[in-house]
């Protein structure tokens, strides 16, 4: 996905849309799906859970899997989105990598020649209740400079107190190995350089004082060295953040601290890592780009409590994976009184990915496995729970991502599974099951 050799066809994909009325592979069994005036509707099924033996997290006691009810939308925009249910009733979310109306977004400044200080993240606003009959408004595009990087890709989004705080990330320059028979380029994870604000619900903002030379956490030590706070998004805690424990705005994020040449190449991508790392901050324009006012998950004390500093170095793995780990959001399931985590194993960033959902009664932890979601998508990414669709009884929701950029990668054939997964945003209906 992120890299300049795929960005043209997927420009070109987003332009033209995908087909929803192909055959697809549901649950291992082929599915047909129809393209309806409330958007996609197939044959619900359980997706199979199919937890690799060296997974590291017990299975959970409560949640068993995850069954796809048959409702799916079917909108025309791009991708990357990342709801944040704000006061006022609406989700306000990021998008790049395609349109909303007429506004294309792209965060590759390679892309077309269109230069460093010119990478377009977009942002913009879902209208409505009802996850197929959503209206989506293009709130207009903001230019980021990328500095060494290649990219500049929107991360945490929360709106408090009516004021927008918009994150975004760096991605390296691509290098290339050989999987499968055949050659990839990896964009490698970069800095945070930050936040913007804004206080009129994305119309106006006001720029972060960090830059990819000077970002908000003091990393990576060299040029392409590793990253632990890579791509963070902010824990889905409902409306204006109500359930948040303590008036705090939680951050997740997947990073790795390997050095030495890994067994997989790039293993710390955008949709790639080893570890899960925890974060918090009490929001507000003064404390979001300000380094001293955060707190960083620092392992768990002799009493089994959580550790808490503000010092960057004693930041510990809130979860770890080697080579399992990638792209992480959190949302709090109100009606059930869990964390909902998404995880996103997509390496080797082009073919088939691997997601698997996470619960816990506290953000840190014991988390246990729901279910694994091999090829889901088969290449779906940036997985999250919005909280304003999750229905009164907390096992009724809508799994928000995007999927299929590179549908076809030097003859590699990804499918659609399950039916309605394209590239651009997807909404999918589901339940939890028990």
């Not at 890994?262 to 901050?281: E, F, K, M, T």
């Not at 380094?291 to 009493?303: N, P, V």
């Not at 279910?371 to 229905?391: D, V, W």
């Amino acid at each position: 996905m992120r890299n300049d050799i795929t960005l043209n066809r997927r420009a070109l994909l987003r332009m033209a849309g995908t087909s929803a009325s192909a055959l697809v592979m549901a649950g291992g069994n082929p599915a047909h799906a129809e393209r309806t005036p409330g958007g996609i509707a197939f044959g619900a099924f359980d997706w199979p859970n199919e937890i690799p033996p060296d997974c590291p997290f017990p299975a959970s006691r409560s949640l068993k899997g995850i069954r796809f009810l048959g409702r799916c939308s079917d909108y025309n925009v791009g991708d990357t989105w990342y709801p944040t249910w704000a006061g006022d009733g609406n989700c306000y979310s990021p998008f790049t990598d395609g349109s909303v109306g007429d506004d294309l977004s792209i965060a590759d400044a390679n892309w077309n020649g269109q230069g460093k200080a010119n990478a377009r993240t977009g942002q913009a606003v879902m209208e409505g209740d009802d996850p197929l009959a959503l209206t989506i408004r293009s709130l207009g595009m903001v230019k980021g400079h990328t500095g060494r990087y290649n990219g500049r890709y929107p991360a945490g989004s929360l709106i408090h107190d009516g004021v927008w705080y918009y994150g975004t990330y760096c991605l390296g320059p691509s290098g290339s190995t050989q999987h499968d028979g055949m050659t990839y380029n990896w964009p490698v994870l970069g800095p945070v350089p930050g936040f913007r604000v804004s206080r009129d619900y994305g119309r106006t903002w006001e720029d972060t004082p960090h830059t990819p030379e000077d970002p908000l956490f003091p990393e990576p030590g060299a040029f392409l060295g590793p990253v632990k706070i890579g791509a963070p998004h902010f824990v889905d805690f409902g409306r204006n953040m109500e359930h948040s424990p303590d008036g705090k705005a939680y951050l997740v994020a997947h990073g790795s601290t390997r050095t030495s040449p890994p067994a997989r190449y790039a293993h710390n991508s955008w949709i790639g890592g080893d570890q899960v790392y925890l974060l918090r901050v009490t929001p507000s324009p003064e404390t979001i780009n300000d380094l001293a006012s955060y707190e960083f998950y620092a392992g768990q004390g002799q009493d089994g409590e959580p550790r808490w500093s503000s010092e960057f170095s004693d930041i510990q793995p809130l979860l770890a994976w080697p080579d399992n780990m990638g792209c992480v959001t959190v949302t709090y399931n109100a009606p059930l009184k869990k964390y909902l985590m998404c995880v996103t194993d997509g390496w080797p960033t082009c073919y088939t990915m691997n997601s698997y959902i996470l619960e816990a009664g506290a953000l840190a932890g014991p988390w246990r496995m729901v279910t694994y979601l091999r090829n889901f998508g088969q290449q779906a990414y940036f997985l999250n729970f919005p909280s304003k669709f999750i229905g009164a009884d907390g096992y009724t929701l809508w799994l928000c991502y995007s999927g299929n950029f590179a549908p076809d990668w030097n003859g590699k054939q990804i499918a659609v599974n399950p039916p309605g997964t394209r590239y651009g945003l997807v909404l999918q209906e589901v339940a939890l099951l028990q």
